[in-house]
C-alpha cells in the first residue's frame, strides 16, 4: 500500500482564519514532507520531517507552522494568510529521509485564501 | 548546480499514436531519475524511477523511461497512448546522497485527442 492520505480536499479561509492540514500515511515511513504547488508550476518544497524531527525549513513564513505528533502524521497550521497562500498543498512521504528517495504523494489540498 | 529540463511545455498526440516526453539534467554524477504524473487537481502518481542499473526502466501504465548518460537525457515513452493519459508529466532528479530534495522540471502537459 502506498497511500498518503489527505484532509480536507478542499479549504476555504479568510486573512484571520487559523486552519489545520492534515496528512496520514501507514507505510511505515519515517520521512514526511510539505509542498506547495501554485497552478502550472511544479510543486515546492516546504518542509522535511524525519524521524518526527525538522529536519528542511525552507524559509517558509512563519504563518505556517509544521507539526510531526507521530511518524504517520503530518500537520500543517495555518495562520493569517495571504491570497497569495492559495494553492495545491501535497503531503508525501518516504521510508527514511536520510538521503534522496523515493517520495510517496498524497491527492493534496486546495486552499483558497480570502 | 543540479537542474532538470523539460523543454515541451505542452504536448498534444491522437489517442493510439506514440509519445515522448524529454527530460534532459544537469548534474555531475549520475542522479536519481524519477517521472511523475499529475491529473487535474490530484496528487503526484509515480510512473518509474531509475536509480542504477539497466538503463531501460519500466514503469506503471505501460510507460518506459530509457537513461541516457551521454545525452543527460531520461525520456518518458509510450507505445501507444490512452484518453486517460492526459495530464501534466514532472521529471524530478536529485543527489542520491546529501539532500532529500527533488529537483523538478517545469513539466509538459500532455493533451490526447479521440
Known amino acids: 500500500d502506498t497511500e498518503v492520505t489527505q484532509t480536507p480536499k478542499h479549504l476555504v479561509m479568510g486573512m484571520t482564519n487559523k486552519k489545520s492540514l492534515k496528512c496520514e500515511q501507514h507505510?511505515?515511513?519515517?520521512?514526511m514532507y510539505w509542498y506547495k504547488q501554485k497552478a502550472k508550476k511544479p510543486p515546492e518544497l516546504m518542509f522535511v520531517?524525519?524521524?518526527?524531527?525538522?529536519?528542511i525549513n525552507e524559509s517558509v513564513p512563519s504563518r505556517f507552522s509544521p507539526e510531526c505528533p507521530n511518524s504517520s502524521l503530518l500537520n500543517l497550521h495555518l495562520h493569517a494568510l495571504q491570497p497569495e497562500d492559495s494553492a495545491l498543498y501535497l503531503c508525501?512521504?518516504?521510508?527514511?529521509?536520510?538521503?534522496?528517495?523515493?517520495?510517496?504523494f498524497g491527492p493534496g489540498t486546495r486552499l483558497l485564501v480570502l | 548546480a543540479q537542474s532538470v529540463t523539460q523543454p515541451d511545455i505542452h504536448i498534444t498526440v491522437s489517442e493510439g499514436a506514440s509519445l515522448e516526453l524529454r527530460c534532459n539534467y544537469s548534474?555531475?554524477?549520475?542522479?536519481?531519475l524519477f517521472w511523475y504524473v499529475q491529473s487535474p487537481g490530484q496528487g503526484l502518481q509515480l510512473l518509474l524511477k531509475?536509480?542504477?542499473?539497466?538503463?531501460l526502466v519500466q514503469g506503471i501504465k505501460g510507460f518506459e523511461a530509457e537513461f541516457k548518460r551521454s545525452q543527460s537525457s531520461f525520456n518518458l515513452r509510450k507505445p501507444s497512448v490512452h484518453w486517460s493519459d492526459a495530464a501534466e508529466y514532472f521529471c524530478?532528479?536529485?543527489?542520491?546522497?546529501?539532500?532529500?530534495?527533488?529537483?523538478f522540471g517545469t513539466g509538459t502537459r500532455l493533451k490526447v485527442l479521440a
Open positions: 508525501a512521504s518516504s521510508q527514511r529521509g536520510t538521503g534522496l528517495e523515493t517520495q510517496y
Open positions: 507505510m511505515g515511513h519515517r520521512a
Open positions: 520531517y524525519s524521524y518526527e524531527k525538522l529536519s
Open positions: 548534474y555531475g554524477a549520475t542522479p536519481y
Open positions: 531509475y536509480f542504477s542499473g539497466d538503463t
Open positions: 524530478a532528479v536529485g543527489a542520491p546522497t546529501g539532500t532529500y530534495k527533488y529537483i
